[in-house]
């Protein structure tokens, strides 16, 4: 079993920034693939962010969206993700949430979320 939860989100004007963290519960943090998803009012949830198992490099993906913008990394001897996100929109409000994925499978673990509102 794995615990996620997540902290950092707030309030941020147009062009600013905010750091979200995740910090998980587990002793194999390192072979979990983790994701950074995000809902808006009204619409889906939407990928945002992943970055792999450590022992596969850790390579990362991002949504047309965010990329040049966001930065996923991982802390594995903390046990947290990160998401960096730049050059914030309006249009990036939304409940994030952490997810977690036994190295490529599904994302079954899920924090409770932490809302981001950026105004314009």
């Known amino acids: 079993q794995v615990q996620l939860v997540e902290s950092g989100g707030g309030l941020v004007q147009a062009g600013g920034s905010l750091r979200l963290s995740c910090a998980a519960s587990?002793?194999?943090?390192?072979?979990?693939?983790l994701g950074w998803f995000r809902q808006a009012p009204g619409k889906e949830r939407e990928f945002v962010a992943a970055?792999?198992?450590?022992?596969?490099?850790?390579?990362?993906l991002y949504s047309d969206s965010v990329k040049g913008r966001f930065t996923i990394s991982r802390d594995n001897a903390k046990n947290t993700v990160y998401l960096q996100m730049n050059s914030l929109k309006p249009e990036d409000t939304a409940v994030y949430y952490c997810a977690a994925a036994k190295y490529s499978g599904d994302y079954n673990y899920w924090g409770q979320g932490t809302q981001v509102t950026v105004s314009s």
């Open positions: 587990g002793r194999t943090f390192s072979s979990f693939t």
């Open positions: 970055i792999s198992w450590s022992w596969s490099g850790g390579s990362t």
